[in-house]
């Protein structure tokens, strides 16, 4: 049976057996807040090959960046506290806004092997929250994220260090602006990234299984189950060829 450990503001989950290495995970948008049960079947299918599991619960705010810090800060205190093998892979994984927060991290990706993007997402906030940005507006507070959607591409282009980037984009999402990023990254020199297209949605790494277990086999999308499978798989395969 999978078991969920709560540490503070991180879900961390164990393999059976010696784990393959550590990946840290941050959500995107409302499901970030619980992680341990909106990317739950996602998460599990990549215990299951063996990872080591941290995933960071937080509420989405305007300013990013310090939300990037205070990430990095965490995953690194608990990674000090649990300490494994020297030479054990470190993967970052993030999904939607998640994405941008891992490479807003303040050591610019240089202490990771890798990071795996799962459709980056980079809107203002006035298109993504417009009710915000017009109450931003009417009451004089912050109503864009920092760095703004411009400024995080540039901010990636000149201080993010990791070559070894997986971007995922899926087929029938309309939100997804992968395209943008990976010709950020690709722009540097020695650069190591790649991206690929699977078929999917935007939320197709989230799935907390709540279906099949209050109704039932027949309640579940076994379409669904397979394409968080294959994704696991896929990154699994990726990353141990770091």
């Not at 995970?25 to 090959?49: C, H, V």
């Not at 941290?54 to 608990?78: C, E, I, K, M, T």
């Not at 891992?102 to 006035?126: M, W």
């Amino acid at each position: 049976m999978t078991l969920w450990r709560q540490q503070g503001e991180l879900w961390t989950l164990e393999p059976t057996g010696r784990p393959l290495g550590l990946i840290e995970f941050i959500g995107g948008s409302y499901l970030a807040a619980t992680p341990q049960l909106s990317y739950r079947r996602f998460l599990e299918a990549l215990a299951a090959r063996g990872w080591r599991i941290h995933a960071w619960s937080y509420v989405p705010g305007f300013d990013h960046q310090a939300q990037a810090n205070a990430a990095w800060r965490l995953f690194r205190q608990v990674r000090e506290q649990q300490a494994g093998p020297a030479d054990a892979t470190l993967i970052r994984l993030g999904h939607s806004l998640g994405c941008k927060l891992h490479l807003l991290a303040p050591d610019g990706g240089r202490r990771c092997d890798g990071l795996v993007a799962l459709s980056f997402n980079n809107f203002s906030a006035e298109r993504s929250i417009p009710f915000l940005a017009e109450l931003g507006q009417q009451f004089r507070f912050r109503s864009e994220f920092s760095p703004s959607p411009e400024d995080t591409l540039l901010q990636i282009g000149s201080s993010y260090r990791q070559p070894r980037n997986l971007l995922v984009r899926f087929s029938r999402d309309s939100i997804d602006q992968s395209g943008r990023l990976i010709g950020v990254l690709q722009a540097r020199a020695g650069d190591a990234s790649s991206l690929v297209e699977l078929p999917g949605d935007h939320l197709t790494p989230a799935s907390g299984g709540l279906r099949k277990q209050f109704l039932g086999e027949w309640a579940d999308d076994p379409a669904r189950q397979r394409g968080m499978e294959r994704l696991a798989e896929q990154i699994s395969t990726w990353s141990r060829t770091t």
